[in-house]
């Protein structure tokens, strides 16, 4: 018998949608752990592999081709069925780990590595427009938790999992361990969810995929290689610049043109799906940056070692965690979500502005309650950003609405690693050639990230000199973050409240309301 999987009925759902929910949250908990634990085993893989030179592609060829990945997956899922192309991205993300696992030397790494993100691009992705799918946006608060939950235990435990699996099992494992979790992904997703087939007469727009492919590819460039492989300032950034602006700005043009355009520009005449893309880009911007240098505070300045740096996060990840899950019952029982994004704004101005003001002498207990501000902040964001996307257009948009709030978090995030790392990669140097004189310069010439193992080797001078310049570019990167988070919260407080779709309609309800549309499954 049919289960009704996207009625506004409220209630327990059925076993077959909590079996597909657990399928969702293992393939989403494939895309968030995989760079987390490859990035572990990164040193042995070189050491193994060799070519040091050209390990930033390990990393960099995985992102740019899930950036560029990701809007064509939801155009696809949109056009012929979400189903068909979930199940392609596992299986596609699947080879590429198991063809990354079998990698002889780095050139073979690095492609294996991005066939592997071609196939992360549909995994995200999938999720979310599946979930859009099955349970309406009022419903849905109640599941934002899981989702949570699962990004929390990824960025914790991806660290220790990558390093466990590293000194027992052998690097190769590192890639290999996802196939058996994919596999029970597949099993449960083709024999439980059950989605109309579609069958789309107009083609794909490739024109359109070329041209955004090109824009995204060009931006991620630039924020990966500038301040580090090149100088800001240099020919090769310039020409990058140039080439996706040239790019984007055809893409816009022909999205007016193209009979199926793969971002329908329709999309961004809500004003609500506006701001939450705008939203999420700096939630991407502000998170990414938070998660990459607060363990480099804690190990440079605070004396952790690399595992409890990962653990120390757990202030703010658990105060995402439970306020996402709050967030998600309060929106469920009464409806209303505006107070969250402007809630969570503010939150993450103060946290952030917290965070700038750590020094030398901050404890870990200080540090660990203003990482739990910006992680109550953060919690109000999460999923609210991609809910109220999704409820702001129509059911046939779902896939392409999901795949956009995902590429501008992506960009975000790619944003702000480059820009928060450029400012504080120059203020380290800065402190130290001012504290540590030329030996302190020669250090922190190439970068200034120094792991825990080489910290500790430093004469005490030179170490208390860098202490105190981690220090100052931690300072400057989260007061960076700050400023960039008041965005959030004027942007929140234009949101506009609109009925989520399984609740009751609302009379000033306007043009915002996509109509309800029931999914059953076949």
């Known amino acids: 018998m049919a289960d009704t999987v996207g009625s506004s009925t409220e209630g327990k759902r059925p076993r077959s949608v909590r ?43 995985y ?36 063809l990354s ?8 790494l690095i492609g294996f590595r991005a066939v592997q993100g071609l196939g992360a691009g549909g995994l995200m992705v999938g999720v979310m427009a599946i979930i859009g799918d099955l349970i309406p946006p009022r419903e849905r608060g109640k599941y934002t938790g899981m989702m949570a939950g699962v990004m929390a235990l990824a960025m914790i435990g991806g660290p220790l999992v990558g390093g466990t699996i590293t000194d027992n099992w052998g690097w190769r494992w590192s890639f290999y361990i996802n196939l058996p979790l994919g ?30 492919t090109v824009g995204i590819t060009a931006i991620v460039l630039v924020t990966t290689w500038g301040g580090a492989e090149y100088a800001w300032t240099s020919a090769r950034i310039m020409e990058l610049i140039g080439i996706g602006v040239a790019a984007l700005i055809g893409f816009v043009f022909w999205q007016t043109k193209a009979a199926e355009p793969v971002v329908p520009l329709h999309m961004f005449r809500s004003r609500n799906f506006t701001l939450m893309s705008l939203i999420g880009f700096i939630t991407g911007f502000v998170m990414f940056g938070a998660t990459l240098y607060l363990p480099l505070y804690q190990q440079a300045v605070q004396g952790a070692s690399a595992t409890n740096s990962g ?19 309060v929106t469920t029982n009464s409806g209303r979500y505006k107070v969250f994004p402007v809630a969570g704004g503010a939150l993450m101005i103060v946290g952030l502005y917290l965070l700038s003001l750590m020094g030398t002498g901050t404890t870990r207990l200080t540090s660990g309650v203003y990482m739990a501000v910006l992680g109550l902040g953060m919690g109000c964001l999460m999923q609210v950003t991609m809910l109220v996307a999704q409820n702001s257009v129509e059911m046939k948009d779902m896939g392409v609405a999901s795949s956009s709030s995902t ?49 500790k080797m430093l004469p005490a001078p030179i170490r208390d000199a860098y202490q105190h310049a981690v220090s100052a ?50």
């Open 101 to 108: 696992g079998m990698a002889q030397n780095m050139g073979e």
């Open 183 to 212: 596999v029970v992904a597949l099993a449960l997703v083709s024999a439980v969810l059950h989605l109309p087939k579609k069958r789309a007469q107009a083609r794909i727009d490739y024109l359109g995929v070329v041209l955004l």
């Open 311 to 329: 653990l120390l996060l757990l202030p703010m990840l658990g105060a995402m965690l439970v306020t996402s899950m709050v967030a998600g019952r």
């Open 473 to 522: 570019g931690t300072h400057s990167a989260f007061l960076l973050g700050a400023a960039i988070a008041v965005l959030v919260l004027i942007a929140a407080l234009f949101v506009k409240e609109v009925p989520l779709r399984g609740g009751k309609p609302s009379a000033d309800a306007g043009d915002e309301v996509a109509p309800v549309q029931v999914v059953e499954a076949v």
């Open 63 to 98: 992102t740019l081709a899930t950036a560029a990945s990701t809007p064509i997956w939801g155009k696809v899922g949109d056009m012929y069925g979400r189903k068909g192309a979930f199940l392609g991205s596992i299986v596609l993300f699947l080879i590429g780990s198991a």
């Open 407 to 455: 590429l501008f978090r992506t960009l975000g995030s790619s944003f702000g690693v480059a820009i928060m790392g450029a400012l504080f990669n120059n203020r380290v140097q800065h402190v130290m050639a001012e504290r540590g004189g030329a030996v302190g310069k020669r250090m922190t010439e190439k970068t200034a990230a120094l792991d825990a193992k080489h910290i």
């Open 19 to 61: 079996v597909v929910l657990l399928a969702l949250m293992i393939a989403m908990m494939l895309a968030m752990l995989d760079n987390m634990i490859v990035g572990t085993a990164m040193p042995t893989i070189v050491g193994d592999l060799g070519g040091l030179e050209h390990l930033s592609w390990v990393v960099t060829g």
